[in-house]
């Protein structure tokens, strides 16, 4: 059996308005990768983007048939719906960081969570027919105009066909749930990837987390 995924919860999000540098000196850069997408299972977990001694965490993968819990990170996957049908718990986000993902439901079409963002929570499902909306992410103009990073990923409803709607990703580059195959989280925005819908025959497969960024 299969059933609908969690969005990917968004990179944490990190600012500093001052930040000291000795003249001469190096400093680790990395830019962490998105997470990976699955199939009927909890989704990969982005990688860490790091300056100096700043970390941003990666993003938690959003839950899936076999492991329904969202994975924790920056910002929480969604949870999604596993034998039972029983329901898996949100990943929590990290303090300063993000937002926990949200909760899916046992009622059948079995709609998932979408994931938490930068900025918000990722949403619950709503009234056991659509999938929860990534969590938004948050505004920022440090390049000199407003563009928002670290959106949630949508959660997914039932694939095959159904009439469930799909969560949308959050502001900030976070990819809708699919009926079949999640949209990729957006590459460096840090935006978590949508689920992928799955039926009793057909497992969905979940869209990859966009790469993370680091501006100076």
Do not use: E, K, M
């Not at 700043?54 to 048939?65: D, E, V």
């Not at 949630?152 to 959050?170: K, L, P, R, Y």
């Amino acid at each position: 059996n299969y059933s609908p995924a969690g969005g990917g919860g968004a990179g944490g999000l990190l600012t500093a308005s001052t930040f000291s540098v000795a003249t001469g000196s190096s400093l680790t850069v990395t830019i962490g990768a998105g997470g990976s997408r699955a199939s009927n299972t909890v989704g990969g977990s982005g990688a860490n983007s790091v300056f100096s001694s700043i970390t941003a965490t990666g993003g938690g993968g959003g839950g899936g048939y076999t492991i329904a819990n969202g994975a924790n990170g920056g910002s929480g996957g969604g949870g999604a719906i596993s034998a039972g049908p029983t329901l898996g718990t949100a990943g929590t986000g990290t303090s300063g960081q993000g937002y926990a993902g949200g909760t899916g439901s046992t009622v059948s079409l079995y709609p998932a969570g979408g994931g938490g963002g930068a900025g918000s929570v990722g949403n619950n499902n709503v009234s056991n027919i659509l999938a929860g909306a990534g969590g938004t992410g948050l505004c920022s103009t440090i390049t000199g105009s407003q563009v928002f990073y670290g959106g949630g990923g949508g959660g997914a409803g039932c694939g095959g066909g159904s009439t469930i709607s799909n969560g949308i990703g959050g502001a900030g580059g976070g990819g809708a749930g699919g009926i079949n195959v999640g949209i990729d989280g957006t590459a460096n925005t840090g935006g978590g990837g949508g689920g992928g819908g799955g039926t009793s025959t057909l497992a969905g497969l979940g869209g990859n987390g966009g790469s993370g960024i680091v501006i100076i």
